[in-house]
């Protein structure tokens, strides 16, 4: 999966190539705001029974489009994400959020009318991680001599573990559509998805888990403002 997400990366990059080099079309710039909701959960390897965690994303937006339906768009987000552990019959709560400072840069296809155009997005995307915070309505520190737990073969470790890689790089996508209000104003709506390459814990043969990426989905309402 690792694999096929850095050629999706590459991909992304040289298809990018010729928009910078058509220089002889008269671009369009533009730069703006988003703001929106993020659900995301840890692919564990073994797995850990979870549910998506709701969080919040916002950031700003630099676009550079040309007359041919591409551009290149790059943005500087904050982002929340991480899991919320699930437990069956009971009224135990667990969540673990980690917020993320993100960089994507991603080529921009677009394609409609000068009043409604649809668009897609693809590119790579580097994080750093801010802060993080745990919220539970037990004491999960002792979740081993608890009986629920001591009953149960769910993996408890990924509770008090601390995160290993502040650094965080992968690939996303996104699609949607943006109106036009006039020559200067637009508005978006754009649903995207990450897929984290790096382990949020420590993966060596002699840790609990062999993996624990990031995945994420984010809906945003977005404007933007044409400088040019």
């Known amino acids: 999966m690792k694999r096929l997400a850095l050629i ?3 991909v992304a990059l040289v298809s990018a190539m010729p928009v910078m080099a058509q220089v002889h079309y008269e671009g369009s710039l533009a730069v703006g705001g988003k ?22 994303t916002a ?9 041919n339906h591409f551009g290149l768009i790059a943005e500087l987000n904050m982002t929340q994400r991480g899991w919320k552990e699930a437990f069956e019959e009971s009224d135990y709560k667990y969540s673990h959020r980690l917020t993320y400072l993100e960089l994507p840069i991603m080529t921009h296809i677009f394609f409609g009318n000068n009043r409604v155009k ?4 693809l590119g790579p995307e580097i994080n750093v991680m801010l802060g993080d915070g745990i919220k539970s309505n037990f004491s999960y ?7 629920y737990f001591i009953q149960d073969t769910r993996h408890i470790e990924q509770m008090t573990m601390k995160v290993n ?5 992968g690939i996303c996508a996104g699609a949607g559509m943006e109106v036009n209000l006039n020559p200067k104003h637009s508005l978006l709506l754009e649903g995207r998805f990450y897929y984290g390459l790096t382990d949020v814990f420590p993966n060596h043969k002699t840790d609990i ?8 989905v984010t ?6 403002y044409r400088l040019k």
Do not use: C, H, K, W
């Not at 649809?118 to 997005?121: A, E, L, Q, R, Y």
């Not at 888990?209 to 994420?216: E, H, I, L, P, Q």
């Open 209 to 216: 888990f062999s993996g624990s990426n990031s995945m994420t």
């Open 8 to 10: 999706i990366i590459l």
């Open 35 to 56: 703001a929106g909701a993020s659900l995301s959960r840890v692919n564990f390897n073994p797995t850990v029974e979870q549910t998506m965690l709701s969080g919040m």
């Open 118 to 121: 649809g668009f897609f997005n």
């Open 219 to 224: 809906v945003t309402l977005g404007y933007f």
């Open 165 to 169: 890689n502040r650094l965080d790089y």
């Open 141 to 147: 520190q002792d979740a081993a001599d608890m009986d």
């Open 59 to 67: 950031g700003v937006m630099v676009r550079y489009i040309e007359e």
